[in-house]
């Protein structure tokens, strides 16, 4: 979208009021000086005589065109004048609007021309009876380009992204960069499905970059929904196209989904992702969050070997679990925000962590691979709480991908020298996590929830388990077992071998850390039963 495909809107034209003003300036000053020259006939003395109305009209002709030029030409000379300015303010009202919604970096409209263009086309669209697609966009690398080749090269990225989106669209589509690294992309006369198709198009191309080697492929993740289906409204139609670029940011980015609310419906969430972002930072300053604590159980002895730190957003604060709110984060760009805004609050919630137990603290990739991160100042904020490192673990959380393996490593090195223990979360959610076992070396080992749980159905998990169990001794590491709901489950993993086991069959959340050893047997031995397979009935059941 250029500035010439901006609706136009200017104040109304000078030149006929000038005229106006000059014909009314004539007129009245014509009828002014009739009407007193009329007056002042009987009290001047006329060569022609004072009664003679013929000649008071002669001279009346003779004086009036040089006093009524001479009178005009002053008035005028001051009209004009005004004229010139009004014409000069014109241009710079233009030259303001424009300015005020063209992105100048990329040359499209920004984010207030996005939201007028959004209303005009939907209004357009009800009242003509037809579709509007649109597709919400989001690059994948900007952050990376930023650390290779500063900013310039951030700015290079997204000017690239828009004249990709500029040359890629159709006649009559109409795009705009609305803050960051979000793009939109407003389809007229166009319905979900044919707005999928140009959608994958423009990552196809923006994938390929250029072959002389001027251009390095851009990598972006999108969403798209239509008006009025499935989006009633000009804000549902952003919201949802929102909803779908965040799923495909949540599950591998580079991708490109049609909204679904099913899939996409964020438990009812219908805000962007500008006003999640505001929500995310006022939750950070204000730490409205309660930490709680789960235990973590030896699967041999069943004591309480350490607890994981969580955190719970408090009632009242837009969210209503603190998976939304991560994810949330993660989306917005305020991971490191919230992150740090927890390692406070469980600090402060901990307390004096009973007998040999350790604290397991959640940090993501985000925040240990900032520029900024200390882990000096990590160890202050828990020492002020009378916390030391050497009872702290810091779990590395899988929930995004590692960017800079070289700074991340560095930065869990300066923590280990501080005595901090190193964990791997969620190992077998996913690729990354396994491929960081062999990067950086771990003091524990947290499997999964989903192998943890579906290793008590399939071989395929069991044989999985078996392979980071070995890993973990090979390198030393502790293994704990995450996700542990029933007794079947707690029995693969005891039988196994893994040493240590969380979830909440072995114990909840709770704000207190005095927890009471577990068990093992008898959890196992009274639930045993109920996951025998089926027509393979214990002995007990029958």
Not at 112 to 140: N, S, Y
Request: charged share 25%; with cysteine; proline share 4%.
């Amino acid at each position: 979208m250029s500035a010439a495909s901006l609706p136009r809107t200017e104040p109304p034209d000078g030149e006929g009021d000038l005229d106006a003003l000059r014909s009314r300036v004539l007129i009245s000053l014509g009828v002014m000086f009739a009407v007193a020259m009329a007056a002042a006939g009987p009290f001047i003395d006329w060569p022609f005589g004072r009664d003679g109305w013929a000649s008071r009209l002669v001279a009346l002709s003779i004086l009036l065109p040089p006093v009524m030029i001479i009178l005009t030409r002053s008035v005028l000379r001051a009209a004009r004048q005004i004229e010139r300015e009004r014409r000069a303010l014109r241009d710079l009202y233009e030259r303001a609007r424009l300015d005020a919604l063209i992105d100048p970096l990329t040359g499209l409209g920004n984010h207030r021309a996005f939201q007028e263009e959004l209303a005009r086309q939907v209004e357009d669209a009800r009242r003509l009876g037809i579709a509007l697609a649109l597709v919400v966009i989001d690059l994948d690398d900007l952050k990376r380009v930023n650390d290779e080749l500063g900013h310039a090269g951030g700015d290079a990225l997204l000017a690239e992204t828009g004249r990709l989106l500029g040359v890629g669209s159709r006649r009559g589509d109409r795009a705009f960069r609305i803050g960051g690294d979000e793009f939109v992309i407003l389809m007229p006369r166009t319905d979900l499905p044919n707005a999928m198709l140009v959608a994958k198009r423009l990552l196809a191309a923006s994938l390929e970059g250029a072959p002389t080697g001027e251009r390095r492929p851009i990598s972006f993740s999108a969403g798209v929904s239509a008006f009025p289906t499935p989006s009633s409204s000009g804000a549902r139609l952003f919201r949802h196209a929102d909803a779908a670029l965040y799923w495909s940011k949540r599950h591998g980015r580079t991708d490109v989904q049609a909204y679904d609310p099913e899939r996409h419906g964020r438990a009812g969430d219908e805000r962007n992702s500008l006003e999640l972002a505001a929500a995310v930072v006022e939750i950070a300053t204000s730490k409205a969050l309660t930490p709680v604590y789960q235990p973590i159980f030896s699967l041999r002895s069943g004591r309480v070997i350490g607890h994981e730190a969580l955190v719970r957003p408090v009632a009242g604060s837009g969210f209503s679990d603190a998976e939304s709110l991560f994810v949330a984060a993660e989306v917005t760009g305020r991971t490191i925000e919230l992150d740090n805004a927890c390692l406070e609050v469980i600090a402060a919630g901990a307390g004096a962590i009973p007998g040999d137990r350790y604290l397991a603290v959640n940090l993501s990739p985000r925040t240990l691979e900032t520029e900024e991160f200390s882990a000096t100042r990590l160890a202050t904020i828990f020492g002020e709480h009378g916390i030391m490192p050497t009872r702290l673990v810091l779990e590395l959380t899988e929930r995004e991908a590692v960017e800079d393996v070289e700074r991340l490593r560095h930065h869990l090195e300066a923590c280990r020298q501080l005595g901090f223990r190193i964990a791997a979360d969620d190992v077998g959610a996913g690729n990354a996590g396994l491929r960081l076992l062999s990067e950086i070396t771990f003091d524990l080992v947290k499997v999964d929830l989903s192998l943890v749980q579906g290793g008590a159905l399939r071989e395929s998990s069991m044989a999985v388990l078996r392979a980071l169990r070995e890993l973990a001794e090979q390198s030393a590491a502790s293994i704990v077992a995450e996700g542990v709901e029933t007794a079947h489950q707690l029995e693969v993993v005891r039988d196994l071998g893994l040493a240590a086991g969380q979830g909440y069959l072995l114990g909840r959340p709770t704000r207190e850390l005095v927890v009471e050893p577990a068990d093992i047997d008898a959890l196992i031995d009274a639930d045993v039963d109920r996951y025998a397979p089926a027509g393979e009935a214990t002995e007990t059941a029958a």
